[in-house]
């Protein structure tokens, strides 16, 4: 039988049905795309950002600390993001950037359609490639914490990206995106973003200022930042910085023989990672953070919304007085002869136990202070699975001046080492201004954070008697008044003390040969509570009692203090708080907070210079005399000072004054019990003026520093009184002595 075959022509019902099918689904499709991107616009799918947030994304930026000549001091930071224009850019940077990720950034509009589609292809095929432009990886990077890793959320991301990247040309020029999208990306090292900060890690520089292969490194590592790291994986990071140049030849961006040329270089790095405690002035930058805190919170500073700044993530501007090479300059002086006191420190106690006795407590003390064992008593350990782990040898790193040094050694040893660690501490500020120049601290931010120019108070020994001096002269007593200088007994205080420059003895000599017996005699004169009232004007905020005792140091201070009230002298009576910060503006350039400066006038003109002339008489010839020879500084120039020794030598301190400078140093160890056993070493005129001398000298060397070497001026009007006692006939001067090797200038109790 005969099949009778299928018609295989459509008729004319199913063509128009399957036409109609055909439209409907791609009309259908391109429905459902718009429909999607719409749904994410409004936020469906993750809310997208307004015009505002475009304008300020919500990074987080380093604030940083500026010297008085506006360069980076330190940062504070969540992460060390820092911003720069498009001009500070090297245009090495911009090509690089542009040849290597998105080189047909100047012609589209956001989205590279053509890149779009060639991507899928390949992707389908196995042959995953990034597609991205520019401006879709900095929506990426701006509004995004994390690239998706589920499918569908990641196409989801990618409609967001789009829609944002468009906005963004629309709202932007190219050489806006390309600024804002170098400081948004992360460089994966030491909390690195934006290439401000990744300049100044990877190669200690400044964008503008990046060569040709320098930018290369940095452009290739934004594919991979771990991956092409030049520190971790210095081999990969100069294969892709090659790839990179290679790719600026191919856009013309460079010749064939600048490529050939640039490629054969090493991997140079200059590195310097700006951690929180890395850098100059660490102490400082320390107590800066809190000071602001407390400012803000005083002053009732706030965001607009009401919350208060954050420094670690607010990108702030904080502008400060402190010079950047007078800083060094500090940190220097302090390296220099402290490594050398230290040796003579360990000389000392080589082959004595320095914790027998009494200072056994010492250990006991600083066990129970550490951290090791408060974590140990806050988990529930006893006291002899304590004893037991401080006992045990481990791992761990100590402070050396050459440098940290990885060992073994049981936690009560590194204690015991410590503690036979001298400290020291400096600060110099103008008088006339209160502007802090340099800010030391301590030795070493890292393994003493500790800080000893404002939190830490040290009993000030013999640079307290000053201010005994300043309230005689300040009630009409001349210079040249001869007073007792013998051992007498005031009620139930006998003070002690080497008698040097006669009995009796000038003011001006008893100040000059720092005599215990004299200034014991001056302040039952002068009474102790003016002395006191007097020392508190001049800024001391610690404990100051009206006690007899005060004259000779008989009370703790801060160096910062002390500086303060020294500043008094040579500013003609006129005591200025010390100043730290001078504004801060928002990452805008907005001033939200402008410095007022604290004066008072607390000593007639006068009065003020008749000290500074006294003080000028104790390096002339005093116990500050070494001071001019080389080895201390050699200084030539006219300057004044005290120097200052508590008992057993403790604590060993100098104030040094110059026209334009107050400068205090002051060094002891981490307990008042630990300290030299002699005064050749231990006394302030050994263990702290040399500090200032090393540092005045650097200071005075630099001539772009531009301070004075001439002598003090005379106060407004002129001097009334005679300050030159040699003009006083059949008065008692003392005489010039020899120099005080070994002068007491100790509390004397």
């Known amino acids: 039988m005969k099949r009778e075959s299928k018609n295989s022509k459509l008729t004319p019902e199913e063509i128009k049905r399957y036409t109609r099918n055909f439209w409907l689904i791609i009309f259908g499709g391109i429905g459902c795309i718009f ?74 509009s956001g989205i590279d359609y053509s890149r779009t589609i060639t991507t899928v292809f390949y992707t389908l095929m196995g042959n995953k490639q990034g597609g991205s432009t520019i401006t879709q990886q900095l929506a990426l990077n701006l509004f995004s914490e994390k690239r998706e890793r589920n499918t569908i959320k990641r196409i989801m991301q990618k409609l967001q990206e789009w829609i944002t990247a468009v906005r963004l040309e629309r709202n932007y020029t190219k050489e806006e995106i390309i600024m804002m999208y170098f400081n948004t990306v992360d460089f994966g090292y030491k909390n690195t973003y934006g290439i401000k900060s990744a300049a100044r890690t990877f190669f200690n520089t400044t964008p503008d200022k990046l060569k040709m292969e320098e930018a290369a490194v940095l452009v290739g590592m934004l594919k991979g930042p771990s991956l092409f790291s030049p520190i971790r994986n210095p081999e990969r990071s100069l294969n892709r910085r090659n790839l990179v140049l290679a790719n600026m030849m191919k856009e013309g961006f460079i010749t064939k023989e600048e490529y050939e040329e640039a490629k054969e270089k090493p991997l140079k790095l200059n590195l310097n990672v700006t951690s929180y405690g890395e850098g100059p002035a660490p102490y400082f930058r320390a107590v800066l953070k809190d000071e602001i805190k407390k400012e803000f919170q005083r002053l009732g500073i706030t965001k607009e919304d009401g919350t208060p700044y954050d420094l670690d993530r607010d990108g702030l501007r904080i502008y400060t007085p402190i010079n950047y090479d007078m800083q060094l300059y500090a940190e220097q002086a302090q390296k220099e002869w402290m490594q050398k006191l230290q040796k003579e420190f360990d000389k000392q106690w080589r082959n004595r136990n320095p914790f027998a006795g009494e200072r056994a407590k010492l250990l006991t003390t600083g066990m129970k202070r550490s951290d090791r064992y408060i974590q140990m008593k806050n988990d529930g350990a006893s006291e002899e699975e304590i004893l037991k782990a401080f006992n045990t040898k481990t791992r761990m790193t100590i402070f050396t001046w050459k440098g940290s040094v990885d060992t073994m050694m049981t936690p009560m040893d590194s204690i015991k080492y410590n503690k036979l660690i001298l400290r020291n501490s400096m600060m110099s500020m103008e008088p006339q201004t209160g502007h802090i120049k340099a800010w030391v601290g301590g030795i070493s931010f890292e393994h003493y954070k500790y800080d ?233 005129a050994a263990a702290a ?58 509390l004397g109790f």
């Open 452 to 684: 000893q120019v404002k939190m830490g108070t040290r009993q000030v020994g013999s640079t307290a008697k000053p201010f005994t001096y300043a309230v005689a002269i300040d009630n009409d007593y001349s210079p040249c008044q001869p007073i007792p200088n013998h051992p007498q007994t005031y009620g139930d205080w006998s003070p002690r003390g080497t008698i040097q420059g006669g009995d009796p003895i000038t003011l001006k000599n008893a100040l000059k040969y720092s005599q215990n017996h004299a200034t014991a005699y001056l302040i039952h004169l002068v009474g102790a509570s003016n002395v006191a009232e007097l020392t508190r004007k001049m800024g001391i905020t610690s404990k100051v009692p009206s006690y007899p005792s005060i004259a000779l140091g008989a009370y703790e201070a801060s160096v910062y203090d002390m500086v303060g009230a020294y500043s008094a002298f040579v500013n003609h009576g006129t005591w200025i708080k010390p100043v730290m910060i001078l504004r801060i503006e928002t990452k805008e350039g907005t001033v939200i907070y402008e410095h007022k400066p604290e004066i008072r006038k607390v000593l007639n003109s006068e009065s003020a210079y008749i000290m500074v002339d006294m003080l000028k008489g104790v390096v002339d010839g005093g116990t500050a005399s070494r001071l001019r020879r080389a080895e201390f500084g050699g200084i030539t120039y006219p300057i004044g000072g005290k120097t200052g020794t508590t008992n057993d030598n403790s604590d060993a301190w100098f104030i040094g004054i110059t026209p334009q400078l107050v400068t205090g140093v002051w060094t002891g160890c981490e307990d008042r019990g630990i300290s030299f056993s002699n005064m050749q070493y231990g006394q302030g």
């Open 35 to 108: 429909l999607v991107i719409f749904l994410v616009r409004i936020g469906l799918f993750g809310k997208l950002p307004g015009f505002d947030e475009l304008e300020n994304p919500k990074s987080n930026l380093a604030s940083e600390i500026l010297t008085d000549d506006n360069r980076v001091l330190g940062t504070y930071y969540k992460e060390n993001r820092s911003n720069v224009q498009y001009s500070d850019l090297s245009p090495h940077l911009v090509n690089a950037l542009i040849a290597t990720e998105d080189k047909r950034f100047y012609s589209h």
């Open 689 to 746: 003026l040399p500090v200032f001398g090393l540092f005045m000298k650097r200071v005075y060397a630099d001539s772009k520093l531009g301070y004075s070497k001439e002598d003090f001026p005379l106060p407004p009007g002129g001097l009334t009184r005679v300050i030159d006692c040699s003009k006083y006939s059949g008065v008692y001067q003392g005489g010039e002595q020899p120099e005080p090797e070994l002068q007491d200038d100790r």
